[in-house]
């Protein structure tokens, strides 16, 4: 008789718990997985993020920020803002968050290899922080050996990301934000000191030059 209470009580938490997450399940919207930083930083704060140098000195050229459309003085639609690092220099991040992925690959029909860190902000916000150089696979393992995150790791804004590997000059970081997988103008999300911080940046190259044109 009590072994019989005790196999209903049983089955009875079971179908109560996989009711509940049924219900749990269904409440998730779909595609759209759920994201929780526990408290360690205010993700609703949009206009906070940074530059991803710790120093001017590092950065050896200014090519080309973001764009649009041709229309822009280097020419060519470009989704995110190009830092040409000199050697061994630090690359630290804009913003804090999650790091959710490292995509180890070439560019499409390139020499040119991309080791992209994937740092997720908040549930509709992540960073691409993608370090391009024209190099071969020893090189680019040596980059990856460079970097100081992992996935699964969380970083503060200002967090050493990485020292950036420099095969030759046009090297960079291609640093993009993504706001619902598009991206957009790094501008729309930088604190105001640090857009001022960019610009000041950026006209040490080129006197006329925005961040970003449509
Ligand atoms: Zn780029």
Redesign the pocket.
Known sequence: MNKQVCAIGIIVVLVVAVGVLFILGMDLPEGEPSFDNEGRYDSTILNNMGVIYSNQSHIEHWN?GYSESDACPWGAA?????YMFSNNSPVIAAAPGLVIGIEIDYLPNSTVYKVGVHIQFNESVWLEY?F?GDANETMRAQQVAMLDVEVGDWVAKGDQIARFLRPSVYD?V???VYLNDEAICPRLVMGEDDYNEIMILVHSFDATWELCYP
Do not use: A, C, V
């Open positions: 080309n470009h989704n995110g803002l190009d993608g391009e960079h291609h640093f993009g």
